[in-house]
Structures are given as C-alpha cells and as structure tokens.
C-alpha cells in the first residue's frame, strides 16, 4: 500500500484492485464475449442459409426459364440412338465449352412414351443429361431490288453438364457445371433459293452485310450436305467440311459464392449415392437410371410425335456452406416443340 501524506501530518493508506477482482472481470468478460462470439456464428450461419435458399430458388429458375424459351422456338430437336443427331452433335466447334460429363448422353425420343414413372410405357434408359436442338433465331426482311424479302435465320444449341475438379462442392466431389452453347447464325438455304439469278444473289449479298456468312439446309441429313457458305459477291457455296461454329458459351451454374461472412458454393447436384452423409430433400436422379455420375441433377426427355413432341427438362442445383446440412432446390418444365 502506498502512504499518502496529508496536511495535518497524518498518514493515510488507500487500498488497490486485488488479484481475485481482476480474475472475476476477466471471466465475465470472457463469457460475454463468448456470448457475442456465439450470436455472431448463430446469425451468420442463418443469414447464409437464407441466402443461399433464395439464390438456390431464383437461379435454378432462371436457368430452366432460359431453356425453355430458346425450345419454344425450336423446330428439331437432335435424339440418342440416331445416326443423324450422332453426326451433327460430333460436328460443332465447342469453343470455350470443356469436355462433356463422362456418360453423357443426349435423350431418345419415345412417341407413344410418358412421363410418369409409375407407368408401364415409361422407359428410364430414353432419358438423357444434354439437350441439342435448332430453333429459329429471328427473321431478315431483305431489300433485292424491287422485292423485299424474308428469310428465316436459325441456330444450334447445346446444353450439358461438365465437371471442375478445381471446385469441390460436397464433401470433395468435383462441382459439376451446366453449359450454354449457341452457334452463330444460320440463314434458311431453302428460303433462299427459291429466289434465281440477280434477286437470289442481292438476297446472299444482303445477308452477309448483316453479318450471316452461312446457310443450313434443314432438309439434309448429313451435315457435309447441310451448310452453305455465301459471300458478299452474292454466291452461294456448298460447305462439305463446315463445322458448326461457336458464337456464345456460357457456363450458366457456376460455383457461386455468397455475400455473407461465411459464405456458400452453389452447383448442379451430383447423384445423391455418391455422397456419403448426404440426405437432401431432393433425389437425383428421378426418371433415369443412375450409372456413375450420369445423369447427375440435369435430366432430359423427349416424348410425342413430331409435330407436337414434348420435352421435359428437370434441374436440381445444391448448395453447401458454413450452414448444416445441403440444400436443393428442384425445377421441372415441360415445352412442346415442332420436331420437323
């Protein structure tokens, strides 16, 4: 204790914090700490599983919704087991776009088929994780002289799964990416030619000025007889080594990342055998057969005539973050299409 001297000559001792009063504001600090530490965690961990419901909800939507309006103009759509499909899918540029999903596989068409799975006509080896079709782009309205003409413009698209060993998604399974492939643009050969001579060149000329620099000929069956190239000097060429060439790929699920602290990754959903521990809401797959990672959560089928077939897509993404568990969120969409 430390004397103080005061005026009258007296001596007066003042006493300090003693060791047990410190240990005690320690530990309650501590436990209010502790405490603050743990709302923090419990908040943080719920803002992200809120987060990443909403985002899991919207994006799986949105892609579904993309898919589904370029069917709603398609006019062929390609199938497994078909030699002409087989030939046109080994013939486009890829691009940007990586390997396919080992087993992918695009569907087969079932005309007296069904989407039920408790039905006896319901077959689970027609189902198919890509899908490839053509659908119309828009239409030109081409000046060639005094006539004013219009021609239908197409183009392919692909749409299938890849896999990003980079990025693990759950419990180390590579993530697995769906892609967007469109080609560049096509004009409709036989809209063309049914114009001769001077109108049919100034139709060609007038094309490549927009930016079309080749013709598909949907009536061939073989894409060395299909695609035509034109040029600007108003001739029309048979293409016989004309790969289709990518205009636009984009990987449309990638492994996004949260705007919370702890964040999430969002994927398409592997098959849910594959996973140890992992107990969705959600199965994968639902009508196909599962064998490896096929078909994984991007399910395709084709059923119905050509003039009214019916394409189901079904798309489950997942996510995993510093919540428990795995979320999923599934979308079905049923288009009807021509299949000319």
């Known amino acids: 204790m430390k004397p103080r001297f005061r005026k009258k000559g007296r001596y007066e001792t003042t006493a300090g914090t003693s060791l047990a009063e410190i240990s005690v504001v320690i530990v309650i600090m501590a436990l209010v700490v502790g405490g603050l530490y743990k709302y923090f965690s419990i908040t943080q961990k719920a803002t992200a599983h809120q987060e990443a419901l909403i985002t899991l909800k919207s994006e799986s939507q949105k892609t579904v919704n993309k898919i589904h309006f370029q069917l709603d103009q398609a006019m062929r759509v390609f199938q497994d087991g078909d030699a002409v499909s087989a030939s046109f899918l080994a013939n486009f540029d890829r691009g940007p776009l990586p390997a396919p999903l080992t087993g992918s596989k695009l569907p087969r068409v079932q005309e007296s088929g069904t989407f039920s799975l408790t039905s006896a006509s319901f077959a689970p080896g027609s189902v198919g994780n890509e899908l490839f079709f053509v659908a119309l782009d828009a239409s030109r309205d081409i000046q060639a002289g005094l006539l004013n003409a219009r021609i239908d413009v197409y183009r392919f698209h692909y749409y299938g799964l890849t896999q990003d060993p980079s990025v693990a998604l759950l419990k180390g399974f590579p993530a697995l990416n769906l892609w967007e492939w469109r080609s560049e643009p096509l004009a409709d050969y036989n809209g063309i030619t049914v114009y001769t001579g001077v109108t049919q060149s100034s139709i060609v000329s007038a094309l490549v000025a927009n930016g079309i620099t080749y013709a598909w000929d949907s009536t061939a069956t073989s894409p060395n007889l299909a695609f035509y190239r034109l040029d ?108 000319f």
Request: hydrophobic share 45%.
């Open 232 to 339: 600007s000097m108003g001739s029309i060429t048979l293409d016989p080594g004309h790969a289709l060439r990518c205009d636009y790929a984009k990987m449309l699920s990638k492994a996004l990342t949260s705007l919370t602290l702890g964040g999430f990754f969002l994927g398409v959903c592997p098959n849910t055998a594959l996973i140890q521990d992992f107990a969705p809401s959600t199965v994968v797959p639902q009508y196909a057969t599962a064998d490896g990672v096929f078909p994984s959560g991007f399910e395709v089928m084709a059923i119905g005539s050509p003039s009214q077939r019916q394409i189901l897509i079904r798309l489950v993404y997942a996510a995993v973050g510093t919540f428990p568990g795995v979320l999923t969120n599934e979308v079905a969409s049923i288009s009807t299409v021509r299949d």
